[in-house]
Every structure is written in structure tokens, then in C-alpha cells.
């Protein structure tokens, strides 16, 4: 018994191309407090968001002189969890941290 397998047609492909649309991104905004240590922002940073020590060590000190830095542009789903994961570590440890999602 063989299968029988349809022709794909360039223009047929062309037209599943064209409406093909990637997911709009959001960013993911860190804010400044006067209670959240600098090390667990950098730690956080590091755990949640895959940035290195560097990085981190950058967004935490533009948090902290501008009032607010990116740490991110994802899906929403993507943002919404890495702010929950992010939010919840805070909270256990006893940290007023904010972080907000912003449409790109």
C-alpha cells in the first residue's frame, strides 16, 4: 500500500510564508528600590534572565541610576513568567522588587 503524498506548489508555500507572522516582544523592565539588595538584583539576573555576571552587574547599576533598566525583549508568555519567577525569589527573600511589561 503506498501513500499517497500531494504536489507542494512554490506559490503554495509562498502563500503560508506570507502569513506567517512572528510573535510581537515585550520587554521586560527592572525597577529601582531603595530595599532590594544589588546582589540579589545581579543574582536574579543571572538565574532568571541567562545574563552573565557582567551583564547583570550593568542592568542593576542602570536600574539604580536611571530609576529603571531593560532586562529583556520575549514573547509575552516568555516575560510574563521570567517577571513571576523573578517576583516570587523577591518575595521569599523578603524583597519589595518591581519588574513591569512593556509592548515593544
Known amino acids: 500500500m ?3 503524498v500531494p504536489e507542494r506548489h512554490e506559490e503554495d508555500l ?3 510564508r506570507d502569513e506567517t507572522t512572528e510573535p510581537p516582544m515585550y520587554r521586560v523592565m527592572i525597577h529601582n528600590d531603595d530595599y532590594t539588595t544589588k546582589e540579589f538584583v545581579v543574582e ?3 538565574a532568571v534572565f541567562s545574563k552573565s555576571a557582567e551583564e547583570a552587574t550593568g542592568i542593576m547599576w542602570a536600574a539604580h541610576k536611571n530609576g529603571a533598566a ?3 525583549v520575549y514573547p509575552y508568555e516568555v516575560a510574563e513568567t521570567k517577571v513571576k519567577v523573578a517576583t516570587e525569589a523577591a518575595q521569599e527573600n523578603g524583597f519589595p522588587l518591581r519588574l513591569t511589561i512593556e509592548a515593544e
Open 14 to 16: 509562498a502563500e503560508v
Open 70 to 72: 531593560l532586562c529583556g
Open 44 to 46: 536574579m539576573l543571572v
Open 2 to 4: 503506498s501513500a499517497r
